[in-house]
């Protein structure tokens, strides 16, 4: 796994995820009791679950890292 662990997350910072040939940035708005996250998008804006992102397994591209403030 390239990148941040779930466990270097932290709530209000922003990451940039690589998955399956998809991208995805999000805020941390909650880390959840069973190591799941509550993300927002910040482009839609919409909520859901981090692990909703990885459902259907890590490609090799899969990777997390962490946006800049001015990104």
Do not use: P
């Amino acid at each position: 796994m390239a990148g941040l662990s779930f466990g270097a997350l932290r709530v209000g910072h922003r990451y940039r995820l690589v998955n399956l040939g998809e991208t995805h940035e999000f805020e941390i708005e909650h880390s959840l009791a069973s190591g799941d996250f509550w993300v927002k998008d910040i482009h839609t804006l919409e909520r859901y679950h981090l692990q909703e992102l990885i459902k259907f397994g890590k490609g090799k591209d899969f990777e997390i890292r962490e946006m800049d403030n001015h990104s």
